[in-house]
Each structure stands twice: as structure tokens, then as C-alpha cells.
């Protein structure tokens, strides 16, 4: 591989982005990624080598689960030391949430993983999928004074550049799909390549990746609406091994102050049980005692999740979980920045 050109792996785990539609009978089929290069001879103009890697069986993401993200990680992990970038190619419906988990699971990155995929299939005539895929190859060959210019896990997707762990897919069907409420985009893509630097994560360097495998599945979340049902509440704290339970509140934390509502939960956290209290809005943040609908949330000992969307605090908790550490610890780096996902 040379030396002076970026090396990009390109890891394919399925979604519609590498479909291609039979020309004569219209049914949509994966793409053979040993072909990339013939059928998208566009890449071959950007000053980098690409490799490729692919799942065995692609995967529509709605099937997306844990041991896939494991088998991700374990990708770029073995092939960490011969590349500059990753770009990985994913099903847009849960993208964020992958995108997100993996942000957790590779500590210390200081190279760019780079998330897209597409509405449409690459070989439908209308296509989103070559910009985004030519651009996200892009970014993630993007050196500055020969080191990696993007060191995160970001999400690509027209034309915009975000980091991965603030992403939320918005829209099923416009082109532009994904959206960053709580945070700057890291780059726009017009013209020129326009990169944010001040909003890129900068994490120190002289630390080694490390590979966080164990994520912990014991975990539930609630949407709270008006009129939410007790029985909802004690069902599901009637799991069996539940260890935490996301709660979305309403506005900036609020939530009924109904006495069983209160009691129930204080119970549930003397109990060790971690209560995460995240918005049900789009963009903004909890800041419990704003109110007095919340007030009490956080004199009971409930987390806050700030800012994080959804996607990130499922993906943070069951890190978390699988850290294994104690209550006081917990609270704390819930509720911290750990990898640019909250304010
Ligand atoms: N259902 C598809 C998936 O998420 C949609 C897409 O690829 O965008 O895999």
C-alpha cells in the first residue's frame, strides 16, 4: 500500500446504499463490492487507495444489533494500523444508533469513521448514494501535516458532515435525512469541502485505541405521554436483570409529579436501578430544577442526559453498564462529555 496516498477501508454492512436495481426486472439486489471501483470509477479520481470489506450477509439495519456493532469494532480494530480512515456503509434507519455505539466502543480513536449510506440505491438513476459515498471517502482520506485531518466517528450524508453521536435520522424520505439539533455541523460540502475544524473533536493522541466489546443490554425507555398508565411503569420495572431505565420527559425535563410516579422511581433507584432523564424534543437540553415539575426528578437522584439524543444515551448507557463501575461513577460520567455527545 503507498505510503504517501491515504488508505481507506471501506466496510459495507448492507442498507440500501449498495443496492442495485436488475435492469430488466426492476428487483433491487446487493451490489458485489469487489466491483466498487468498476461501477463507481468516479473513486478512483480521489488521491487515496481504497480497500474494501464486507458483512458476509448485508444486513437491512432495522436488523441491526450488538453483535454486529462487535463485529464492526473488530474490523477496525485488526485493520486499525494499515489505515488512515474508515468508511463505513450502513443502512440509514439506524445509523445513528450504530454510529453512536461505536463512538463509545473505540476510545481513543484518533482517525476518522466515517457513517453513509443513501436513500436511493446506487444504481438508481436519481441516486444519493455516489455523493455521499465519494464525499464520506473523502473526509475520511482528509490529512493535515500527514495526520488524519477528522479524528471521530461521523456521519456523512447530504452534504453535511456531523458528528455521529449528536445525529438523529429525521426524515424518511427527503435526501437530506439526518439532522444535528444539538451541535454544529463539522462540514459542508459544496464547491469546496468546507471543514469546521473548531467543531472537530480533538482527543489526545499519544493515547492508545482502546476496544470496548462488552455493552450491556439490560436496559429499557420510556416515552412519557399524558395519561401514561402506572402498569407501563411497573412492567416494566418488572424485568427481569433491569438495570437502567431511560425515561424521555417532556420540555427541558418535566414530568408528572404524581406521588406514585415519584415514590416509584426513588424506589427503584435505592434499589440500584439507574434512572436517565433525557427530552422528548428534538433539540435542547434537560436542566432539572428549571422547574418544579423536575425538581423532584433530581432530588431523588435521577441522571441527567443534557443534551444527548436518544440514539447516544441507549449507546452510552450500555457502555457504561459494561464498564462495571459504581453508582457514584456512573452518575458522573453519564453525565460528562465523553466523546463530544453532550455539551
Ligand atoms: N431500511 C434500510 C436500512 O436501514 C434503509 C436504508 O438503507 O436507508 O437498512
Known amino acids: 500500500m503507498s505510503k504517501t496516498k491515504s488508505n481507506i477501508l471501506l466496510i459495507y454492512t448492507g442498507g440500501t446504499i449498495g443496492m442495485v436495481k ?97 436513500q436511493l440505491p446506487i444504481g438508481d438513476l436519481r441516486t444519493d448514494a455516489k455523493e455521499n459515498l465519494i464525499t464520506a471517502v473523502q473526509v475520511a482520506s482528509m490529512q493535515i501535516k500527514g495526520k488524519p485531518a477528522v479524528k471521530e466517528v461521523c456521519l456523512y450524508f447530504e452534504y453535511k458532515l456531523y458528528r455521529a453521536n449528536r445525529t438523529t435520522k429525521i426524515n424518511a424520505e427527503n435526501f437530506q435525512a439526518f439532522a444535528s439539533l444539538n451541535y454544529p455541523d463539522l462540514a459542508e460540502s459544496g464547491v469546496y469541502l468546507k471543514i469546521n475544524n473548531e467543531h472537530l473533536l480533538k482527543p489526545n493522541t499519544r493515547k492508545k485505541l482502546v476496544i470496548n466489546k462488552k455493552l450491556d443490554d439490560n436496559i429499557a425507555l420510556i416515552k412519557l405521554f399524558p395519561g401514561i398508565n402506572k402498569a407501563v411503569f411497573e412492567s416494566v420495572f418488572n424485568i427481569p436483570n433491569l ?90 460520567m453519564y453525565e460528562a462529555s465523553l466523546r463530544g455527545e453532550i455539551t
Not at 479520481?45 to 474494501?52: E, S
Not at 464486507?54 to 436488523?63: A, L
Not at 476510545?107 to 443513501?118: I, Y
Not at 443534557?306 to 459504581?326: C, F, P, Q, R, V
Open 22 to 118: 436488475e435492469f430488466k426486472t426492476g428487483v433491487l439486489k446487493a451490489f458485489d463490492f469487489k466491483t466498487l471501483l468498476e461501477k463507481i470509477p468516479e473513486l478512483q479520481l480521489l488521491d487515496c487507495n481504497i480497500d474494501t470489506i464486507s458483512f458476509k450477509n448485508p444486513i437491512d439495519s432495522s436488523n441491526m444489533n450488538l453483535q454486529y456493532w462487535v463485529q464492526m469494532v473488530e474490523i477496525i480494530e485488526v485493520n486499525y494500523n494499515d489505515f488512515d480512515g474508515f468508511v463505513i456503509l450502513h443502512g440509514s434507519d439506524t445509523m445513528s444508533y450504530t454510529a453512536s455505539a461505536l463512538s463509545f466502543m473505540l476510545e481513543n480513536l484518533a482517525k476518522p469513521v466515517v457513517f453513509t449510506g443513501s
Open 243 to 332: 438495570k437502567a431505565l431511560i425515561i424521555e420527559t417532556y420540555g427541558s425535563g418535566n414530568c408528572t409529579t404524581e406521588k406514585w410516579f415519584i415514590d416509584m422511581l426513588q424506589e427503584k433507584i435505592s434499589d440500584g436501578i439507574y434512572i436517565i432523564n433525557i427530552t422528548q424534543c428534538s433539540g435542547g437540553s434537560v436542566v432539572m430544577g428549571n422547574y418544579e415539575t423536575s425538581s423532584k426528578l433530581k432530588k431523588i437522584g435521577v441522571i441527567s442526559g443534557k443534551d444527548i439524543t436518544t440514539e447516544a444515551a441507549i449507546a452510552k448507557l450500555m457502555y457504561l453498564l459494561g464498564l462495571n463501575i459504581s453508582g457514584k461513577v456512573f452518575k458522573t
